[in-house]
């Protein structure tokens, strides 16, 4: 009966801790940057991509708790202005992004100089988490996957500022998303036009766990811990 009862409390306790890892990443970067704009209230476009992972990775876990994001930016020296940058999570519906969650956000200064750089910003240690979201199987067959999204405030029509886009190496649909606060509503999936259009992924790394249901575990040691007085 003590056996039992070890093994419950450290299932209830191992629920309550993160032991992330670097579970996604994108970061070979190209010359171009992508920046979704206003909406009609003049806030900014969230811009969202797609981060999969597949079934070997999470074992079916239904859930990702999200303890790191680090995004790049491409901006161009000092006319890129310190903004608030912000950052999101979301899950798919069919081929769609729901309306995003606010993971955090934090203001950037200003670039310097004149020349094009890539601006690296994190959100989160990797320990504590900052959001639990759902995985969808059905968008990419034999995938698990979410979205992490990101808007940014300098969204005037000469901005400067954008999110960098990348050539892998994790595993991406080659599209992305966008969500309208201002019509509450989502477009995509989308990608870029032109006769040699670049990949339609950005530079993004993400931290995190593969979960079951949040609660499952602490659920399952509540009735553990029952059944172990019952018997006693």
């Known amino acids: 009966m003590k056996t039992m009862t070890f093994v419950v409390a450290a299932l209830a ?34 811009a969202l991509d797609d981060v999969p992972f597949s079934l070997a990775d999470t074992g079916g876990a239904t859930h990702l708790e999200i303890t790191k994001v680090t995004i790049g930016l491409r901006r161009q020296g000092a006319s890129s ?28 200064p200003a670039g310097t100089g004149t020349a094009f750089f890539t601006d690296i910003h994190t959100l989160g240690n990797g ?5 639990t979201v759902p995985l969808d199987y059905a968008l990419v ?44 509503t989502q477009f995509g999936p989308l990608v870029f036009g032109g006769a040699t259009p ?19 575990l602490a659920l399952l040691g509540l009735g553990g811990l029952c059944v172990t007085r019952r018997r006693r």
Do not use: K, M
């Open 13 to 46: 306790a191992s629920a309550g801790v993160a032991h992330a890892a670097v579970i996604y990443s994108n970061t070979t970067q190209t010359t171009s940057r992508y920046n979704p704009g206003a909406d009609g209230n003049g806030a900014p476009i969230i």
């Open 198 to 216: 670049p990949a339609a992924t950005f530079y993004l790394i993400v931290e995190g766990n593969f979960v079951p249901t949040p609660g499952a």
């Open 141 to 184: 067959p034999g995938f698990g996957t979410a979205a992490i999204g990101i808007s940014f405030s300098d969204t005037a029509a000469t901005a400067t500022t954008g999110w960098r886009v990348t050539n892998g190496p994790s595993p991406n649909v080659n599209a992305f998303w966008i969500w309208d606060s201002n019509l509450g």
């Open 127 to 131: 320990v504590a988490v900052l959001g």
């Open 81 to 108: 202005p310190a903004q608030q940058l912000n950052f999101y999570a979301s899950s798919f519906a069919g081929s769609a992004v729901v309306a995003p969650t606010l993971l955090g956000g934090f203001t950037i």
